[in-house]
């Protein structure tokens, strides 16, 4: 369990259930936390623990949860919002933990829920994830049957209670705005910062939203202490361990629980498999699909948000999506800006209207009717729409991110395309 916490306890039998959680190490944290704590002091223990936000920002934790006021629960409205609309095309790794142990989530969302010191923690749900939504609801039941839920926990006077949210689904609420836009019963769009949800959140209360792999890591640390929860990933800037995975044309697609910092390679070939048979690597988007491509020569990355970061891309959800050599390029990226502009909540000019139009200048170029201009009008959208602020929230930069490096790194793909008037690969076929 030591080198391995988040998934310790999944198995084929199914998830824990309170009492047994309980008799593998469950609720030391909370209980710890609840006993022999302070709120500040919760707050310093998950900030030295060098935990930041896997749900692709990479936030530190710690330090978002410092900028809720101080109030007590009771004196003030706050609240804690789990994310588990899992969205991010390739990525599925909330799932796992959703599915598999709920109970540890449970425990994670006291302990920052008393940290903030919030009364309520609502967790916003991909509406598909039918299993998950079963399995949590009988985790959170049990927890209030046994106390660990409610009023007065553990004789602390700390009153926490959970509820389950599923939602209709849609991309733009892994914005955390959005999301609590769409809580309040309206359509999810971003809102105007300042105010912060730290400071104005979910009806106007300071809220905190944090991934659920994020809120799954918190009774570990609170359990077993910060240094012990850095030394997981020894030489790391960041620490703890991380669901990791990939998906593609590999042997054993999936997700596995690793050190911070382990290179992409390890991922691919260890827990993966290796490319199958025919195929071999060309690129990847190392952390879903609004991340940048990198090219097979990157492979031996370290997976840690700042060594990806200075390699042109970003660490995202930490989940690979692998681009073989007989795969179409020009195909891939446009089903991701179908994606994009399918998704853009309409809100902006230039992500309303510029995602579609990418969409159908790379259906022109891939279906055979593309002009050499359209190139330079995909790099136009790259250059007005791509960088931070210029559009109201982060949804049409994370779009242009995989056309960006993918205008770069296949440009002679491109130009076959646009000399053969269509898909090479296709008309081969």
């Not at 410092?66 to 804690?80: G, T």
């Not at 598909?128 to 039941?141: N, S, T």
């Not at 730290?198 to 918190?218: D, M």
């Amino acid at each position: 369990m030591a080198q391995r916490p988040l998934t310790a306890m999944i198995g084929p039998g199914g998830p824990p259930d309170c009492a047994a959680y309980g008799l593998a190490g469950g609720w030391r944290g909370a209980r710890r936390a609840l006993r022999d704590l302070t709120p500040d002091a919760v707050i310093t223990e998950v900030t030295d623990s060098r935990l930041r936000g896997r749900g692709g920002a990479g936030f530190g934790t710690g330090q978002k949860w410092s900028f809720v006021p101080r109030q007590p629960a009771r004196a003030r409205r706050k609240y804690l919002v789990a994310n588990a609309d899992e969205m991010e095309p390739g990525t599925f790794k909330d799932r796992l933990l959703l599915e598999g142990n709920p109970m540890q989530l449970v425990e994670g969302m006291l302990i920052a829920g008393y940290a903030i010191q919030a009364s309520e923690g609502v967790i916003f749900l991909r509406g598909e994830y039918h299993l998950a939504l079963d399995r949590l609801e009988r985790a959170i039941a049990q927890a209030r049957q046994t106390g660990w839920l409610g009023r007065d926990i553990l004789g602390s006077g700390f009153d926490f209670d959970i509820h389950v949210h599923a939602s209709a689904g849609r991309y733009i609420c892994g914005e955390e705005t959005a999301l609590l836009t769409a809580l309040e019963g309206y359509r999810a769009q971003p809102r105007s910062k300042p105010p912060f949800p730290q400071v104005g959140g979910l009806w106007g209360a300071p809220s905190v939203v944090n991934n659920v792999e994020t809120l799954c890591n918190v009774p570990h640390i609170l359990a077993n202490g910060a240094a012990w929860f850095r030394d997981l990933a020894p030489g790391s800037p960041d620490g703890g361990t991380k669901l990791f995975g990939v998906s593609g044309r590999v042997r054993r697609p999936g997700a596995w629980e690793l050190p911070m910092g382990v290179p992409l390679r390890q991922v691919v070939e260890d827990c993966a498999g290796g490319m199958r048979d025919g195929y071999r690597l060309r690129a990847f988007l190392p952390g879903g699909a609004s991340t940048a491509f990198l090219d097979a020569a990157s492979l031996d990355i370290a997976l840690d948000y700042a060594t990806v970061e200075k390699a042109g891309s970003r660490l995202g959800t930490g989940l690979a999506i692998l681009l073989d050599d007989r795969a179409c390029p020009v195909g891939m990226l446009r089903n991701l800006e179908h994606f994009f502009a399918q998704e853009s909540c309409g809100w902006c000019t230039p992500c309303r209207d510029g995602l579609p139009w990418v969409e159908r200048l790379l259906a022109a170029i891939e279906e055979g009717t593309g002009q050499p201009r359209d190139l330079d009008l995909l790099a136009d959208h790259v250059r007005l729409i791509g960088p931070p602020g210029r559009t109201f929230c982060p949804h049409a930069p994370g779009a242009m991110a995989p056309l960006a490096s993918g205008l770069d790194l296949f440009r002679d793909e491109f130009l076959d395309h646009l000399r053969q008037h269509g898909c090479p690969r296709r008309m081969a076929a």
